[in-house]
Nanobody, 120 residues
Framework: QVQLVESGGGLVQPGGSLRLSCAASGSKFSIYSMAWYRQAPGKQRELVAVITTTGGNTNYAASVKGRFTISRANAKNTVYLQMNSSKPEDTAVYYC?????????????WGQGTQVTVSS
């Protein structure tokens, strides 16, 4: 089992910055990738950004490219999401995801979510 704990959400003004953190813990696990998803009221959950543990390859949703940066600290099993130039449409519950090797299969684990509100 892998537990994910997110932190850093809150209220930010349009144009402002916020940094989300997600720490993974558990016993004997190997992470393939970590990602941030978000879900706004009445909308489906969507991928925001993903980073692989090996190689640090990243991918971003078009709506956040150039404004958000995902990074990782492998030694701490932690992933970050730096949110800059925030927009009201970034308001959502942000969920951390870890894709973990279980034998030869990959399994998804989720955090509890952290609210981000962009408003003046």
């Amino acid at each position: 089992q892998v537990q994910l704990v997110e932190s850093g959400g809150g209220l930010v003004q349009p144009g402002g910055s916020l940094r989300l953190s997600c720490a993974a813990s558990g016993s004997k696990f190997s992470i393939y990738s970590m990602a941030w998803y978000r879900q706004a009221p009445g909308k489906q959950r969507e991928l925001v950004a993903v980073i692989t543990t090996t190689g640090g390859n990243t991918n971003y949703a078009a709506s956040v490219k150039g404004r958000f940066t995902i990074s990782r600290a492998n030694a701490k099993n932690t992933v970050y999401l730096q949110m800059n130039s925030s927009k009201p449409e970034d308001t959502a519950v942000y969920y951390c995801n870890a894709r973990v090797w279980v034998g030869v299969k990959l399994e998804d684990y989720w955090g509890q979510g952290t609210q981000v509100t962009v408003s003046s």
